[in-house]
């Protein structure tokens, strides 16, 4: 099959031109091999991708002393996830896992070498920070949450520390195997390989098993703030995951310490991309870590690693044990105990260097580094030796600028230019029409998908595009000529042009939207989008309460808030829980009730409110009353100061919602006091978080208002709202459990009982 095109000029060409053309040209198998080649490299790298190292068990141990043991840390995450979701301020996380975890440490104490020094400390903290969270934020504060701490001390005096950290804390809705039991179980088997070793690291080694991660943040601001310890900490290797499984991938490093790469380097698996820092970075990944309160709060540089393979499996059920193959433990435990090992002996800890690096791993086999302006140089580099490479090559085949030539190259760019567009708008209108066709994210479950609906067509559209100017208008050779040597950025376009030009039949064009139409066939079949991968949904049994400035009960109600965190809620629901056909869109209330009525529970939250539904229904049962009160005192005749005090379960929000001409001065949490980005009646709103760990007491606390003179009004509105998140607390009642007894397999509930009061005070 296929013609060669040699001979089919529609223009009129300088004859060297055709002479030299023909030497240049590229048959047509050419571009079914490059296809083939770089399909084949992909599915290399796939390979490489998913081989993890060879865990090792206790019988290996003889053989390599030294090492990281990965089957003592499977054991270890046997115990931690069979306790189930370790949710801070419910008596698994905070008794149970606290008590697991300090006996563990002490058998390590006991067994060390005895030229090692090892303290354990488990620290009882609360505090309050101003959490910036994307575009949102809220006053983050937090009461007895628990840190278990170890310190390894080091041999020199100059008593800097490296600290290494994970959270055993859990989100309600997960058992937290990857997220983040595994490196906690990783830290403890580092812990006991360094504590027998006969050798002492220059400095500290402090190991942080933080009880409050996912509440967000709160346990790492009370250590690195506020814990004897934390001022002596230089650098961490903070262990993280956003996904279940897989190897742990360095995605972030820094500020400003070119030289944490050249340890990472020396790990035995080395997997790090600064891709993933500019992303991080850059703020698109609506997330933060530990990391960011060590580097913002105490002044640390570090190393940031998670593990993010299967993502959709992130704070469900399963991101459970079954879900985490043996090699990733061995992989994280390895490279975190290489990485431990180097910084805690590094001279660069007392030493400040500033740059960037550029770093990337080669197929796992080793690591790339370089600083930031070596990269710059390599980058003009290659744009230098890009358009050398054009000019000789156009230059080459005598490419004389005639009037012809000119609309060649004019053409040839154009057609190029006009084939990204019309691929461009293919991929829109496919979005469009499976929106319409209320088939959003068909692909989520199935990934695999996104070949036969996007990509098949952006090609097919794209090429055919290319196919027709080319048999109207253009010289094959010269475009292949001055595309394959030109721009390697464009090489799909390249290599699809290719193949369309030189293999002159349908086929190529035919197989391919085939392909994509049975897609769209099975699509429409199947209700297959969230099968695979587990939908989540948040449930919230709502019980709702309105005070006017008396203080009496004016409007009470109750129902379930549907939060709708994606494009198809709950409408693809509607088929399985008839209550669904009854949700009522919360929008028009978010002008009568502070933040649109919702008990939210993050800040991220505020910025999808108002998409969230309410279905009207009975009363649910609030195991532990959430009670609110105050006293007021006048402190001059411009200054009120009141003393707020809540009791009940122990996650609260509250939203403040100063009236108009009244300032908030003063909150007695946080040294300084910010609004949140959402307002009420176009006032500002405070957003404070507060969450309890170990202890029992209520939550209390002091507000300062100015207030013009001779105000004897009331000076805000208040919502005090609450969350039963666990066994301890929360008591679903039966309509409740009916209700979710309707849900479809594939549907992963989040349901969860609530509770929003409001006050004007
Ligand atoms: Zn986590």
Not at 243 to 253: D, E, H, S, V, W
Not at 305 to 320: I, L, Q, S, V, W
Not at 499 to 520: D, T
Not at 679 to 692: A, C, E, G, I, S
Request: proline letters at 4%; aromatic letters at 12%; charged letters at 15%.
């Amino acid at each position: 099959m296929g013609r060669n095109l040699r001979t089919t000029y529609h223009f009129d060409m300088d004859p060297p031109m055709i002479a030299r053309a023909s030497i240049h040209s590229v048959p047509f198998y050419c571009g079914i091999c490059a296809i083939l080649a770089l399909c084949s490299l992909y599915g290399f790298v796939y390979l490489i991708d998913d081989a993890l190292p060879t865990p090792l068990m206790v019988n290996d141990e003889r053989s390599n002393p030294g090492a990281f043991i990965a089957e003592r840390a499977i054991w270890t995450l046997k115990n931690l996830t069979d306790m189930g979701p370790r949710i801070t301020g419910s008596h698994i996380n905070e008794y149970l896992a606290v008590e697991y975890l300090k006996s563990q440490i002490n058998l390590i104490i006991e067994q060390a070498n005895e030229s090692q020094m090892l303290k354990l400390d488990v620290q009882l903290v609360s505090g309050a920070y101003y959490l910036d969270a994307h575009a949102s934020g809220a006053i983050n504060s937090y009461h007895d949450v628990q840190n278990v701490i170890v310190k390894l001390h080091g041999r020199d005096v100059t008593q800097h520390s490296i600290l290494v950290n994970s959270h055993f804390d859990s989100v309600p809705t997960s058992p937290g195997g990857s997220d983040d039991g595994i490196n906690v179980a990783a830290m403890l088997e580092i812990l006991r390989v360094l504590s027998t070793s006969s050798s002492k690291p220059s400095n500290n080694v402090i190991f942080l098993f933080n009880g409050a991660e996912e509440t967000p943040l709160q346990a790492a601001h009370g250590f690195i703030t506020q814990h004897k310890w934390a001022k002596h900490c230089k650098a961490v290797i903070n262990l993280e995951a956003a996904g279940a499984g897989g190897k742990i991938i360095l995605f972030q490093t820094g500020p400003e310490t070119p030289w944490l790469t050249k340890y990472y380097a020396m790990v035995p698996y080395p997997y790090g991309q600064v891709a993933g820092e500019e992303i991080f970075q850059s703020g698109i990944i609506p997330s933060d870590t530990d990391f960011r309160i060590f580097r913002d709060f105490g002044g640390l540089v570090g190393l940031d690693m998670a593990f993010f393979k299967n993502g959709y499996r992130y704070h469900t059920k399963y991101d459970d044990f079954s879900h985490i193959p043996h090699g990733s433990y061995q992989h994280v435990g390895a490279n975190a105990l290489s990485l431990v090992k180097n910084l805690a002996d590094a001279p660069e800890l007392s030493q400040s260097a500033p740059g960037k690096a550029v770093y990337f791993d080669i197929f796992t086999w080793f690591l790339v580094s370089y600083t930031n302006s070596a990269g710059v140089i390599i980058n003009v580099a290659i744009v230098v030796l890009s358009v050398g490479v054009f000019v000789y090559s156009i230059r080459s085949i005598h490419f004389g600028l005639t009037k012809s030539t000119c609309k060649y190259i004019g053409l040839v760019l154009g057609a190029t230019i006009l084939s990204w567009l019309v691929a461009g708008t293919s991929v829109l209108i496919i979005a469009l029409v499976l929106d319409l066709a209320a088939k959003t994210m068909s692909w989520y479950g199935n990934p695999w998908l996104i070949f036969g609906l996007y990509v098949v067509p952006t090609l097919a559209l794209s090429g055919c595009l290319l196919f027709f100017t080319n048999h109207e208008n253009l010289s094959l050779n010269i475009r292949c000529q001055i595309q394959a040597h030109a721009v390697r950025l464009i090489w799909t376009v390249i290599l699809f042009s290719m193949v369309c030009f030189n293999v002159r039949s349908a086929y190529a064009l035919m197989v391919p939207v085939l392909f994509n139409s049975l897609g769209f066939v099975v699509i429409y079949c199947c209700r297959w989008q969230y099968t695979v991968t587990k939908w989540r949904l948040a449930y919230l049994h709502t019980s709702r309460r309105f005070h006017n400035e008396s203080g009496d009960i004016v409007d009470s109600d109750a129902g379930y808030f549907f939060l709708n965190l994606d494009r198809n809620s709950p409408g693809v629901l509607t088929n399985y829980v008839k209550e669904l056909s009854e949700a009522q869109s919360v929008a028009k209330r978010c002008d009568q009730y502070i933040m649109c009525g919702l008990p939210l529970g993050h800040a991220k939250m505020m910025e999808i409110m108002q998409y969230s539904t309410w279905i009207p229904s009975a009363q649910p049962n609030l195991a532990v009353p959430m009670e609110f009160s105050f006293e007021k005192e006048i402190l001059t005749s411009t200054k009120i100061r009141y003393n707020l005090t809540i009791s009940g379960p122990d996650r609260f929000t509250l939203y403040l919602a100063p009236k108009e001409s009244v300032t908030v001065t003063n909150l007695s949490l946080v040294d300084e006091v910010k609004p949140s980005a959402a307002t009420f009646k176009h006032r500002p709103v405070y957003f404070v978080l507060y969450q309890r760990g170990k202890g029992g007491n209520n939550f209390s606390f002091t507000l300062d208002v100015e207030v013009p003179g001779n105000w004897n009004g009331t000076a805000m509105d208040i919502a005090v709202t609450c969350r039963y998140v666990h066994e301890d607390t929360m008591n679903r009642t039966p309509e409740f459990k009916t209700f979710l007894s309707q849900f479809p397999e594939w549907a992963d509930l989040t349901a969860w009982v609530a509770a929003y009061y409001t006050y004007i005070i």
